[in-house]
Nanobody
Framework: QVQLGESGGGLVQAGGSLRLSCAASGRTFSRSHMGWFRQAPGKEREFVAAITWNGGSTYYADSVKGRFTVSRDNSKNTLYLQMNSLKPDDTAVYYC?????????????????????WGQGTQVTVSS
């Protein structure tokens, strides 16, 4: 069983920055692909960013490309999302999610139903 816990959310003015963290329990973090998703009020959950198990590849939604950076520290079982140049449209609850890596398997990084474990979410509010 994997447990994920996000932190680092809060209220920030437009143009500001936040760094989200996702701490993972268990021994499988270093063998798991990780993703960030977000859900705004009245909207569906959407893909934000993802990183492969070894950090070799990263993926971003077009809406955050160039502003957000996903990274991980496998020695600390922690996933990060550095968010810069924040906009009011970035306001949402942000979730981290994990799925085990399998050799030869395909990583559908932007499909939320392909992830196995989810955190409880952290609120990010960007004021204009």
């Amino acid at each position: 069983q994997v447990q994920l816990g996000e932190s680092g959310g809060g209220l920030v003015q437009a143009g500001g920055s936040l760094r989200l963290s996702c701490a993972a329990s268990g021994r499988t973090f270093s063998r798991s692909h990780m993703g960030w998703f977000r859900q705004a009020p009245g909207k569906e959950r959407e893909f934000v960013a993802a990183i492969t198990w070894n950090g070799g590849s990263t993926y971003y939604a077009d809406s955050v490309k160039g502003r957000f950076t996903v990274s991980r520290d496998n020695s600390k079982n922690t996933l990060y999302l550095q968010m810069n140049s924040l906009k009011p449209d970035d306001t949402a609850v942000y979730y981290c999610a994990s799925v085990l890596y399998y050799y030869g398997g395909n990583y559908h990084y932007d499909q939320s139903d392909r992830y196995e474990y989810w955190g409880q979410g952290t609120q990010v509010t960007v004021s204009s």
